[in-house]
């Protein structure tokens, strides 16, 4: 996994959801601050410099990282309604204890382990953390014919797929070729038994989703949503509330970067700490108002 550097969610209490992070999905914290007023203005989220956050790594200490920032809630905001970065995936052992895991954790279980039809190289669940931010939890079987998959080296292991809610799932496909220079994986077909009771809808309906890829990496995954989706409520000046960023390492940035100058919150800059490494960053809003961050290889 070459291209994902960090999923940025918002949690009320930092310090309880800091330690459910570490104590059921084994993160341990690297960083602890507040953000910085020019990180927060480039995100678009002035009101929330001076936020406490805390940056987390994975077991397997893989350089993908988890960073919360603290945030008030939005009496609105409700989780799998609204358009925008819905959930986080991060890749199993194996996916029948981690589900007993949860059972005893403060992550509410919404979609039991299930295999997909017609895709037996993964096996999913689902959960809902106190704060509403939604987690895949995913068991590794085997590579697809055309990409690659990560294997865990820990019991729970790294975030590998971003998952995007979109109005208009071949629009934003589109946004992410044309100016991420990305591309379409596949497009599927699938029983979404989380989608359907979050909507209310029959669970044999089919829903579609398709991933997004660079090389034979698969890291994005774009869902179609139902039409009675909405945009997703914040407070202004502030984060989009639930799984809010998606930081993706991007390549060819001093070219790519003149693509995506016109969607660019503010104009790139060398950030430090782990997620950035020195590095140039910059986010842009995509679709549906979607927080890419984009950080130069």
């Not at 890749?91 to 954790?105: E, G, I």
């Not at 975030?159 to 809610?165: D, G, K, Q, R, S």
Request: net charge negative; with cysteine.
């Amino acid at each position: 996994m070459k291209l994902l550097r960090a999923a940025t969610l918002t949690v009320a209490d930092l310090d309880k959801a800091e330690a459910r992070y570490r104590d059921f999905m084994d993160y341990r914290t690297i960083e602890r601050g507040h953000l910085d007023a020019g990180l927060a203005a480039s995100w678009g989220a002035p009101k929330s410099a001076g936020a406490p956050f805390v940056v987390m790594k994975p077991a397997s200490d893989t350089p993908i990282y988890l960073r919360l920032v603290k945030q008030a809630p939005h009496p609105d905001y409700v989780p799998l309604r609204t358009y925008g970065w819905a959930a986080i995936e991060i890749c199993v052992q194996d996916v029948l204890a981690a589900n007993a895991r949860m059972l005893k954790s403060p992550f509410e279980i919404i979609g039991p382990p299930r295999e997909i039809d017609g895709l037996p190289a993964i096996y999913p669940m689902q959960v809902k953390g106190p704060d509403g931010e939604i987690v895949y939890l995913t068991q590794i079987r085997s590579d697809l014919p055309a990409y690659d998959l990560p294997r865990a080296t820990a019991p729970i292991d790294r975030l590998f797929i971003f998952v995007l809610a979109c109005s208009d799932m071949h629009a934003s496909i589109r946004f992410a070729a044309d100016r991420l220079g990305l591309a379409l994986g596949r497009d599927m077909q699938i029983v979404y038994t989380m989608l359907a009771n979050a909507f209310g809808m029959p669970h044999e309906k089919l829903h579609t989703i398709s991933t997004v890829i660079h090389d034979r990496d698969v890291f994005l995954e774009f869902d179609q949503y139902p039409p009675l989706a909405t945009p997703r409520p914040q407070h202004a000046g502030m984060l989009p509330p639930g799984v809010s960023i998606g930081t993706l390492t991007l390549p060819d940035f001093a070219t790519r970067i003149e693509t995506i100058r016109d969607w660019l919150i503010a104009e790139p800059a060398i950030r430090p700490g782990p997620v950035y490494d020195g590095r140039l960053s910059a986010t842009v809003r995509g679709p549906d108002g979607s927080l890419f961050e984009v950080v130069a290889p």
